[in-house]
């Protein structure tokens, strides 16, 4: 199933519902829907946050698959963050927000970040 939304926060209660309408649809429950949720939740908001810079009307384009794994594609055209920098901030430092990664990366088995021509390529599967 292929989405395209904008990159604006309110759009993510779109993404929400159709990404549980293909778990139930695929009838996957072996994962816990809420932590899927919230890891592809996390994703758009850093693509909206640090790829796009809080620019609204942006294009993101989503692709959820299943075969023996749910598998989320994640695809923006904007800023290419270093792929180096992205990872977890220290749990120690008691601070609000920045765990965004954390979470994505305990919920998932696997993250991989690809640089495209433009943009990047976010592949979750769970």
Known sequence: MK??????????KIVRKK???????????TLDKDKVILAVDE???????????MQYGCKIEINFSYD??????????????PLEEIKPRNLKEV???GLGVHFIKSICK????THQKKGTLLKLVF
């Open 3 to 12: 989405i395209i939304i904008t990159s604006d926060p309110v759009n993510l």
């Open 19 to 29: 990404l549980l309408e293909f778990i139930n649809l695929n009838k996957i429950t």
């Open 43 to 53: 994703a758009i908001q850093n693509i909206i946050r640090h790829a796009y810079t």
């Open 68 to 81: 023996k794994n749910l598998t989320v594609l994640l695809r923006d055209y904007g800023k290419q963050v």
């Open 95 to 97: 601070r609000p927000g």
């Open 110 to 113: 696997e993250v991989i970040y």
